[in-house]
């Protein structure tokens, strides 16, 4: 896809009912991971994330769906070129705390590194602003370094971090839930 074609793209707006799949695919590697230590101190803590490198690379796949019981208030897009969806996202506004949330964004693997993923990032800021939204969030993982990296690319800054979201296990499996904000207003 050379650069005149990402003026092709189109965001669409998704209907849950026209879903045409059920599950998204993601699937990314990576030869580094961001290594968090949490050190308790007498007068505090000491937190530290580290850039470090695997020996082996890491390789992970899952899958996710769109429109899911849990997300507030969902809406999902998909960025469509020549009548294919190459990519989607999922927001939800959070109300109690004014934040809009991105819960999926996907660019399948032969479409990424050629700014679809932007142009939905840019949808979602659009959208945060319209909704009156103060900020907008994501969460990626530690070991999810090509996530970090577009999102510190785009404005996002780390706002929290969480050491037991997807096991007891997350600082040794090099997991980390990391969550990420770009101030809206």
């Given at each position: ?6 003026q ?9 009912e ?10 990314y590697?990576?030869?580094e ?12 803590w ?47 506004f959070q109300?109690?705390?004014n934040?809009?949330?991105?819960w ?21 800021v659009?959208?945060?602003k319209?909704?009156?939204?103060r ?6 993982q ?27 296990e997350d ?12 101030k809206i207003?």
């Amino acid at each position: 896809m050379n650069q005149n074609a990402i003026q092709n793209v189109r965001i669409i707006e998704l209907v849950k009912e026209e879903l045409t799949f059920s599950k998204l695919k993601f699937r990314y590697s990576t030869k580094e991971y961001y290594a968090v230590t949490v050190f308790r101190k007498k007068d505090g803590w000491e937190i530290q994330l580290v850039l470090e490198a695997v020996p082996k690379q890491i390789e992970k796949r899952f899958e996710g769906g769109l429109f899911q019981d849990f997300v507030d208030e969902p809406r999902g897009f998909a960025a469509e070129l020549e009548d294919k969806q190459v990519g989607w996202i999922e927001l939800g506004f959070q109300e109690w705390n004014n934040r809009m949330c991105i819960w999926e964004l996907l660019v399948e693997e032969g479409f990424r590194r050629k700014g679809i993923g932007t142009l939905l990032v840019d949808h979602a800021v659009e959208l945060s602003k319209k909704r009156g939204a103060r900020m907008l969030v994501v969460e990626t993982q530690s070991c999810n370094v090509p996530a970090v990296n577009f999102y510190l690319k785009h404005g996002f800054e780390l706002i929290g971090f969480d050491i037991a979201a997807y096991s007891n296990e997350d600082i040794e499996r090099k997991e980390v839930r990391l969550e990420f904000g770009l101030k809206i207003k």
